[in-house]
């Protein structure tokens, strides 16, 4: 079973402060994905990355998926109350019905 | 919206009952997801479905079942609810053609005492 290991499980700043969430395995996935999941809610789509050492921002979230395909981060700039939430990865599997294989999830809270 | 609903959406049930959960969706998408949350395990993938009838089992399919009679439908069924089973519960669906990203109903928290 492949495993996707996300580091920190939980933070905690201020907002206007900058962060780097990490997702790690030793499996390579064919690309991998970002969610967001707000509390009682279903997790949202953010981004997909395909090629080793692609980087992708969205506002102030900007992505990246390693060379390897193996790993990926999350850097979040100047967060804002808004941006908290339980932040997960997912890696695409290579073989198989590409199911998808879930990080352990970062819980992001930021104080205003 | 992907047109995912998830029934109940809270239940508590007594240990050794059956339950079934319901995920239905709008969009006639081939591809259905049953997941479940746990702290400290992400999501992990109890069941999956490529279409009517076609179903197989993820990395935790001990002590569900699942059933698919109709497109819009995925059921999710625990033949003898047990504690371990209190999680919640959510369904996906997979456009065809996407880049496999899935999109997520509210989830159903199901409670096992």
């Known amino acids: 079973t492949q495993l996707l290991e996300q580091s920190p499980q939980f933070l905690s700043i201020q907002e206007g402060e900058n962060l780097t969430v990490y997702c790690n395995s030793s499996s390579v996935f064919s690309s991998l994905q970002w969610y967001r999941q707000e509390p009682g809610e279903g997790p949202v789509l953010l981004v997909t990355v395909v090629t080793g050492g692609e980087v992708k921002k969205l506002k102030r979230l900007t992505f990246q998926f390693g060379d390897a395909r193996k790993d990926s981060s999350l850097h979040i700039t100047a967060a804002q109350p808004g941006d908290t939430g339980l932040y997960l990865c997912?890696?695409?599997?290579?073989?198989?019905?590409?199911?998808?294989?879930f990080g352990t999830g970062t819980r992001l809270l930021v104080s205003p | 919206d992907a047109g995912i609903t998830q029934s109940p959406r809270h239940k508590v049930t007594e240990t050794g009952t059956p339950v079934t959960l319901r995920c239905h969706q709008t969009?006639?998408?081939?591809?259905m997801y049953w997941y479940r949350q746990d702290p400290g395990h992400g999501l992990r993938l109890i069941h999956y479905s490529y279409g009517v009838k076609d179903t197989d089992k993820g990395e935790v399919s001990d002590g569900y079942s699942v059933s698919r009679s109709k497109t819009e439908d995925f059921l999710l069924t625990l033949e003898s609810a047990t504690s371990s089973q209190t999680s919640v519960y959510f369904c996906a669906i997979r456009p065809s053609g996407s880049g496999y990203e899935q999109y997520f109903g509210p989830g159903t928290r199901l409670t096992v005492t």
């Open positions: 997912a890696g695409v599997e290579v073989t198989g019905f590409q199911k998808l294989v």
């Open positions: 969009e006639n998408h081939r591809y």
